[in-house]
Nanobody, 126 residues
Framework: QVQLVESGGGSEQAGDSLRLSCVAS????????MAWFRQAPGKDREFVAA???????YYADSVEGRFTISRDNANNTVHLQMNTLKPEDTAVYFC????????????????????WGQGTLVTVSS
């Protein structure tokens, strides 16, 4: 069982930056694929970014060039640096992991991830 705890959400103005963090439990974090998803009010949850155990990164088109996902294996942490925030980035952001299960398929697929955090709210005003 892997537990995930997100932090760093808040209220920002358009154009500002924010960094989200997610701390994972477990001794084999370096083997985990990690991802961020988000769910805006009234919308389905959607993929934002992912990072594989070897460091490969993947982004949704809507955040490519503005958001950066990174991992700190020494501290069991994944970060999401969000720059040039837009009002449409307003959502609850969820951290997810496969817990090292090496599930195949797209990193953008929700079913790839067995463990989810409770989410952190990001609000961007214009």
């Amino acid at each position: 069982q892997v537990q995930l705890v997100e932090s760093g959400g808040g209220s920002e103005q358009a154009g500002d930056s924010l960094r989200l963090s997610c701390v994972a439990s477990g001794r084999t974090f370096s083997r985990y694929a990690m991802a961020w998803f988000r769910q805006a009010p009234g919308k389905d949850r959607e993929f934002v970014a992912a990072i594989g155990w070897a460091g490969s990164t993947y982004y949704a088109d809507s955040v490519e060039g503005r958001f950066t996902i990174s991992r700190d294996n020494a501290n069991n942490t994944v970060h999401l640096q969000m720059n040039t925030l837009k009002p449409e980035d307003t959502a609850v952001y969820f951290c997810a992991t496969d817990g090292g299960q090496r599930v195949g398929g797209s990193y953008a697929r929700e079913g790839r991830y067995d463990y989810w955090g409770q989410g952190t709210l990001v609000t961007v005003s214009s």
